[in-house]
């Protein structure tokens, strides 16, 4: 197959320096009727593959396009109605665009899975081995880490599908989503299950463990009207975990209880502790606030709780129904209306928003942080598991 651009280094920059958004429009339209056509058996590296480029496109266009400034910030949206091709819309191609600047290094491997299949316009020539953050900043992989915790593209593209890679960039730390690549092709994690360890920070749990592997083989067992200021993120730095060897949800909870003063502190001046898993009875059912307190300064019940995963409106709907039932039935003369806290590991902003939309302003939504993981520690972890694996070689 002949890439054009990928050879000739002269025919790169000339593109790069005369790219039009017809230019863009055409790029985005023929990788994606080309890849298409041979998707037959290797469906999902070829999905892969076509998003990396039609973000290396945008990225180049944002970079190098002549008329890049008549479409600014509503590029994306152009573009995706433009195409008119079922399944690219904006939310995607940002997902393209993002997917690029935190993997460049897949060249080569984009490169060798497109062999044969015909003529691609523009591909990069140099595969760089340092990702970039979506402001087009150098990422450093970590401040200790050796350049071996690094997926090898190949390995990227043919052991985890794109739905894998889309719940893993949102992580910030390349450490990180290396630790979730990794773990997610090792344990050949679906979808679903990479989400959930995600979303319930097997990362923090194993990097504040003792002994990791005994945590990680658990997965495979166990088959997977006031103002008040809550800071965000909370960072429970103060719970000592790291003195357990394989850190669950219930432990996150007892040491929490284990350490009432720091985590009042934590919250805020005037917390006072009234009770833990109080029963609540609604409809002959009942149910069970993790943590109650009243806050002495602003007359109010305080009801928290602390779930182990990311931000869901269920949950916030089961703290909502807790507040109504503490403003209903436990007020007292004097009282403010009760408040209620989620602390969830990871939330979205929009998601967010538009769950308490309509809600009472009393009910706060928060995440927060165990302890930064030892680093060294997962990396000496990382490095025998890779070695045992053969990973890399």
Not at 17 to 40: C, M, P, Q, R, W
Not at 150 to 167: N, V
Request: aromatic letters at 10%.
């Amino acid at each position: 197959m002949i890439i054009k651009g990928c050879s000739n280094k002269d025919n790169v920059e000339k593109m790069n320096n005369n790219i039009s958004f017809d230019n863009l429009l055409g790029n985005v339209t023929h990788v994606h009727v080309v890849t298409n056509t041979y998707a037959k058996g290797a469906v999902n590296q070829l999905l892969t593959v076509r998003n990396w480029m039609i973000g290396y496109y945008i990225v180049e266009y944002e970079q190098h396009g002549l008329n890049r400034a008549e479409y600014g910030t509503n590029l994306l949206e152009e573009l995706s109605k433009r195409l008119a091709i079922k399944g690219i819309d904006r939310p995607l191609l940002n997902l393209c665009r993002i997917f690029y600047l935190k993997y460049p290094q897949i060249c080569a491997t984009v490169s060798h899975k497109l062999e044969g299949i015909g003529e691609i316009k523009g591909l990069p020539e140099v595969t760089r081995t340092s990702a970039i953050d979506t402001n087009g900043e150098k990422e450093e992989i970590c401040a200790t880490a050796s350049h071996k915790f690094e997926t090898p593209p190949e390995m990227l593209i043919s052991r985890l599908s794109f739905s894998h890679i889309r719940e893993i960039m949102p992580i910030d730390d390349p450490f990180e989503r290396f630790f979730y690549e990794f773990e997610c092709i090792k344990g050949t994690w679906s979808v679903r299950e990479l989400r959930r360890q995600i979303s319930t920070n097997l990362y923090v749990r194993a990097g504040i463990s003792n002994k990791p592997e005994e945590l990680l083989e658990q997965l495979v067992n166990n088959d997977y009207s006031s103002t008040m200021t809550i800071k965000e993120p909370m960072t429970l730095e103060f719970l000592g975990l790291d003195a357990k060897e394989a850190v669950s949800e219930t432990d996150l909870e007892q040491a929490l209880i284990d350490h009432l003063q720091e985590f009042m502190l934590e919250l805020g001046y005037g917390f006072c502790f009234e009770a833990r898993h109080k029963r609540l009875l609604i409809d002959d059912e009942y149910y069970f606030p993790d943590l109650v307190f009243y806050n002495r300064i602003l007359h109010c019940s305080v009801i928290v709780e602390l779930k182990n995963e990311e931000f869901s409106h269920e949950n916030l709907g089961q703290l909502n129904a807790y507040v109504g039932y503490y403003k209903e039935n436990e007020m007292h003369p004097g009282d403010n209306p009760p408040v209620g806290i989620l602390l969830c590991t990871r939330k979205g902003k929009k998601m967010v928003e538009y769950a308490l939309s309509g809600m009472d302003n009393n009910v706060f939504v928060s995440t927060y942080q165990l302890k930064l993981p030892d680093k060294k520690q997962l990396e000496n972890f990382l490095i025998k598991e890779m070695n045992e694996l053969g990973f890399g070689e």
